[in-house]
């Protein structure tokens, strides 16, 4: 089980209350669908995704991953992400990390962040977290490194319009 007992943190938006984590739902589905906002966001969290991302791609990758979960907050789905390339009591990376426009910049990812790592330490036994992050997507960067996550590596990449990027690796340390 990926959602057990969910660690409650403020998020620092005005008027809002604590988020919710649950396993992802059908009917979010369409939803979380709509949240990258052009083709290079989608690249961001989706790199072999075609914009606009269709539900049934969105499914099958969350079929290929585990601990698919969804943050509420206000009733309303505010992120996503899951786990994947998952080595108990080793490593494992999160994955298509994404906020819905109006839940970015306040918080959400990083309680997003907080509650993937808590369940893939708590679930599998971790010890070290990883993420893939493309150079230019700097907000995730920053949260990234904010969090503890260093630089391990660089693949190429390709962006949506051909352009040359670099999926940076970072890792960090669960102990």
Known sequence: MCNGKIPQRGIGMEGAREPVFRSVRAEDIAEICGFPQNPMELCYIFPSASFPLMPHVLMEQ?????????????????????????????????GNLVLGPEFRGHGAGTLLVRHMMDTAAGTFSVRTIMVMCINENTPALRLYMKLGFRPLGAEPRSGPDGRPLVAIRMGRDMG
């Open 62 to 94: 969350i079929e290929k991953r585990r601990c698919a979960t969804v943050m509420m907050l206000d009733g309303r789905v505010a992120g996503f992400a899951n786990l994947y390339d998952i080595e108990t009591g080793n490593r494992c990376f999160i």
